[in-house]
């Protein structure tokens, strides 16, 4: 079996956790990273035994099967859609775009050229989450009545100002929910019915020299009529577990990040009581911090590049990253016009 050789552009701290899952994977491997700055380039290679570029024309004709695209959101299409035009699939880290037409246009491409596009939504792939999906999917909640997350983190000022393009509107494209919280909407979305309505505040209470929010809550209506609720912060301190609660007319699940706190339905059998020992574990403690795990991004790379050799889609091909980009275009717009908005 041939190796699937992947690129890196956009070379944060992120990155290197792609650089470990692929690093992971058996039949693939990373051979090119590319960075404006050659000295960064090479020194981001060098690490994973890679070859550094910065000419972009030469990075994308160095062999590559997949390019991982973890530069800013708003400059992702400028890497992504001349992959794709070469017939080279194309990985993106979260959000797929800040701009909702801008992702129409790469799944467009994607189409066009016969490429696998996916976006990263690691959360998805935890054991605990798909044991989740297994339930809801199973119809053990029966009707639902709320799905709601929150997503209360704290970010100190220095993390805003360590980067130019953190908390700007224009390059990260929002605050806490474009950039922190969109994982937990996803996840959110990923788990209930259509979203059909949305109503927003938002507002920025505990952070200087930043042009988006810290804070955010929304409520939501989907299409089977059932509600629910997000809440999106990076100004709580010392920071909380993520906390995800689907209730409905025959049960109720309740998880703080990986670990379960409410299991209940009005059949339960021997499973239900496995599920409950294997998750009901300490908590993960204060989300205070942008470390991020390599298990899940694993756990999503294997999917898509099974889907690769498989030739499916991946399970977050564009369309599904495009979902929660179009409910944070639209909580967004409610919280600057001050009206619901139907999607």
């Known amino acids: 079996m041939e190796n699937i050789r992947f690129g890196i552009v956009g070379l944060g701290s992120i990155a290197h956790v792609h650089a470990e899952a692929i690093k992971s994977i058996d039949h693939a491997e990373l051979v090119s990273c590319y960075h404006k700055n050659i000295d960064k380039a090479e020194s ?51 959000p797929m775009d800040v701009k909702v037409e801008n992702a129409l246009s790469m799944i467009e491409t994607a ?63 929002g605050g806490c929910l474009m950039n922190q919280a969109i994982h937990g909407l996803d996840l959110l979305l990923s788990l209930s019915p259509e979203l059909k309505e949305v109503f927003s505040f938002s507002a ?51 998880a703080e990040d990986d670990h379960l706190v409410e299991w209940k339905f009005r059949n339960m059998d021997e499973e239900d009581e496995k599920i409950i020992s294997r998750y009901s574990s300490s908590s993960s403690g204060p989300a205070d911090s942008p470390k991020v795990g390599k298990d899940n991004h694993l756990a999503e790379y294997m999917d898509y590049i099974s889907a690769i050799r498989e030739n499916r889609e991946p399970s977050v091909n564009g369309e599904e990253g495009l979902k929660s980009l179009k409910a944070v275009e639209a909580i967004y717009r409610s919280a600057s016009e001050g009206v619901r908005i139907r999607l």
């Not at 119809?139 to 130019?164: F, H, M, N, P, T």
């Open 111 to 173: 189409r066009k050229n016969n490429v696998k596009l996916g976006v990263i939504f690691q959360n998805r792939f935890s054991p605990l989450n798909m044991e989740i999906r297994k339930a809801v999917d199973d119809g053990r909640l029966g009707k639902r009545i709320l799905s709601s997350c929150y997503v209360k983190w704290y970010r100190s000022q220095e993390y805003y100002d360590s980067a130019a393009w953190r908390g700007t509107k224009d390059v990260d494209g």
């Open 44 to 94: 981001f290679a060098s690490a994973y035994g890679a070859r550094g570029y910065s000419d972009l024309n030469a990075f994308l004709s160095s062999g590559i099967d997949v390019l991982v695209v973890t530069a800013p959101s708003a400059i992702r299409k400028e890497y992504a859609l001349p992959a794709m035009e070469r017939g080279i699939n194309v990985l993106l880290e979260k």
């Open 204 to 254: 920025l209470l505990d952070h200087e020299r930043i042009d988006v929010e810290d804070t955010l809550t929304a409520s939501l209506r989907f299409a089977d009529g059932s509600l629910g609720g997000f809440e999106a912060s990076t100004a709580s301190w010392p920071g909380c577990s993520r906390r995800l609660e689907l209730t409905g007319s025959d049960g109720t699940i309740i």
